[in-house]
């Protein structure tokens, strides 16, 4: 596929990664097609120099008209993380997925990248976990949901990227609300903080999605995304409390999973969002890193940031948007 000739949508463009594989795309001179359900979201897609269109993943027949004369999709929106019922999550990272799939093929898009993660292998899982491990459930909803469109995708003959954790400007889970969660007092790790994480600067999770949509050979294929140099979560977080001057606290699991189901029950009588979960303390909990090889033999893909440099950039980034003092 050549870039220069296409027109390409995007799902889940006022997004965090959508808006950044706008930019990217547009950058690259794709006729880039931006869509996602919130009018709201317009101006900052248009800053990507996408065309914006309105389409609710949920309604098949509106995304029909917004892929109309698209060649290829990179489907990132999705219900995220920790947070949302399971009928949301269903609703939204299923059936989504399913009608992005047929309204592909009702417009002819000849290819589809979907988003998935590496929550689809689970929590526990060991170091030797081959890459082609079949996805698996727990019983999260988020977990739960990518999992079933991550295989839905591949019988599909979309490319699926499993993203690793995705930090950098604009990221909500893996620097904004880690941030505001260490500003606060409120971040603890759990044990040691001695958890696994196997980052991935946001840059560099958007070139290989590009990869993915321009490699024909990767239909069908599943890769992974993440830098190849997993961290602590001790050091990881440590970064953002030494942007703050902070320090990292860490305490029981046990008492962090009480005090996070308490937080929990308060955020959903308020109608917020609570800042730490009892899925997050697992998910930092990890004991290995995933595997990532196939999207360097399957895509030629190399990370280009690496931890330093990324957290000198993300640094940057929250500074401009007064995040950081």
Known sequence: MDLASSRIAVTGA??????????????DGAQVVGVDLAPSAARAVEATGATFRLAD????????AALDGCAGVVHTAAVVGDRGTMAEHVAVNVRGTRNVLDAADAVGAGRVVHVSSVATW??????????????????????????????????????????GDVYG???????????????????RLPGRGEGIITPVYVDDLVDC??????????????????DG??????????????????EVRTAPRALLAAGAGALELVARARGREPLMTREALIYVSRHAAYPNARAREVLGWEPQVGLDEGMRRTEAWLRAEGLLA
């Open 14 to 27: 006022g997004g965090f990664i959508g808006r950044a594989t706008c930019a990217r795309l547009a950058a």
């Open 57 to 64: 993943t949920r309604d098949l027949d509106g995304l029909v």
């Open 122 to 163: 689970g929590y526990e899982f060991h170091g030797d976990l081959p890459e082609d491990a079949a996805p698996r459930v727990c019983g999260a909803p988020y977990v739960d949901t990518k999992t079933a469109s991550h295989l839905l995708a591949l019988r599909r003959g979309a490319t699926v990227v499993r993203p």
């Open 169 to 187: 400007p604009g990221s909500k889970p893996w620097t904004v609300r880690a941030v505001e969660a260490l500003r606060a007092g409120m971040l």
């Open 209 to 226: 999605l590009v990869r993915a949509l321009v490699t024909p050979a990767a239909a069908g294929e599943a890769v992974t995304a993440h």
């Open 229 to 246: 140099h997993p961290v602590t979560a001790r050091e990881f977080f440590g970064r953002y409390a030494a942007m703050l001057g902070v």
